[in-house]
Nanobody
Framework: QVQLVESGGGSVQAGGSLRLSCAAF????????MGWFRQAPGKEREGVAV???????IYGDSVKGRFAISQGNAKATLYLQMNSLKPEDTAMYYC?????????????????WGQGTQVTVSS
């Protein structure tokens, strides 16, 4: 059974940094693409960053140059380093995994999701 558990969210002032983590359980980590997505109140869920099984990464336009996605050595942990945070980055951040996708940012295609961790950026 695939389980994803996010941590690391919190409140930070604009310009600050946070590092999110996602611990994965119950599947063959190396054969799954993984990604970070976010959803702000009243808005649709959007793709933030994705890493595929070959290590190829893609980012949403609004976070390019500020966020970095990475995995631990065993690929059982996913990270999102967020720098130069802006108030518009405020959202619930979700970790996702899928065995059949490459590097795609469309949330509706992903099969497995964590419960999310809240990030709040104040001006």
């Amino acid at each position: 059974q695939v389980q994803l558990v996010e941590s690391g969210g919190g409140s930070v002032q604009a310009g600050g940094s946070l590092r999110l983590s996602c611990a994965a359980f119950g599947y063959a980590y190396s054969s799954y693409s993984m990604g970070w997505f976010r959803q702000a109140p009243g808005k649709e869920r959007e793709g933030v960053a994705v890493i595929d099984t070959d290590g190829y990464t893609i980012y949403g336009d609004s976070v390019k140059g500020r966020f970095a996605i990475s995995q631990g050595n065993a690929k059982a942990t996913l990270y999102l380093q967020m720098n130069s945070l802006k108030p518009e980055d405020t959202a619930m951040y979700y970790c996702a995994a899928d065995p059949n996708l490459g590097a795609v940012l469309r949330p509706h295609l992903w099969s497995y999701w964590g419960q999310g961790t809240q990030v709040t950026v104040s001006s």
